[in-house]
């Protein structure tokens, strides 16, 4: 069965720091994976994705994410972050008939 | 650009009420979604579709049903509800390849009293 582990319930960084959020997976064959973010009170919305091929991939808002098959990693990044970054992310990795596996969610707060 | 929209936004149940949510796709997506979601615990799917007319168990389905008699629209029915399915529900669509990741709608806040 696919899963997927966040480590990290909850992250502080001060503004301008970069950012990496770590994820997780397990799942039998080549993985769709995918980092979600959430604002409060709102729906999810998707940042990247990665299927195949360069295994940094780049995603909306400046983040970035690189696939590791060796480590089972889907690591998300960014170089310097934004008072509105603040927000909960997921990462989820997606099986037969599109079924998404989400992980528990990482909260970023970001300090002025 | 509509993308999904879910209704209603809000909702109040006494414990043994019925209700239906809707989830309603414009992008013609063949793949749909029911997930909850509940703090520390991410998202859990309930029920998914593959196109018109099919439905699958999730997760986390009972107590739960759903229909999708129309490829756009995807309803979401509790016939008893339980102090338990207290929880934000998200609706979600996506390719019949699946690869390119969900469209959310935001989300309906249910409580059951």
């Known amino acids: 069965a696919q899963s997927v582990t966040q480590p990290d319930i909850h992250i502080t960084v001060s503004e301008g720091a970069s950012l990496e959020l770590r994820c997780n997976y397990s799942y039998g064959a080549t993985p769709y994976l995918f980092w979600y973010v959430q604002s409060p009170g709102q729906g999810l919305q998707l940042l990247l994705k990665?299927?195949?091929?360069?295994?940094l991939v780049q995603g909306i808002k400046g983040f970035e994410a690189e696939f590791k098959r060796s480590q089972s990693s889907f690591n998300l990044r960014k170089p310097s972050v934004h008072w509105s970054d603040a927000a909960e992310y997921f990462c989820a990795v997606g099986g037969d008939a599109g079924k998404s596996t989400f992980g528990d969610g990482t909260t970023l707060t970001v300090k002025p | 650009n509509a993308g999904v929209t879910q209704t209603p936004k809000f909702r109040v149940l006494k414990t043994g009420q019925s209700m239906t949510l809707l989830c309603a796709q414009d992008m013609n997506h063949e793949y749909m979604y029911w997930y909850r979601q509940d703090p520390g615990m991410g998202l859990r799917l309930i029920h998914y579709s593959v196109g018109e007319g099919t439905t699958a168990k999730g997760e986390v389905p009972d107590g739960y049903n759903v229909s999708r008699l129309k490829k756009q629209n995807f309803l979401l029915g509790l016939e008893s509800a339980a102090p338990s399915q207290t929880s934000v529900y998200f609706c979600?669509?996506?390719?019949?390849?699946?690869?390119?990741?969900?469209?959310f709608g935001s989300g309906t806040r249910l409580t059951v009293v």
């Open positions: 990665y299927f195949s091929g360069d295994t």
């Open positions: 979600a669509s996506s390719t019949a390849t699946g690869d390119y990741g969900y469209t």
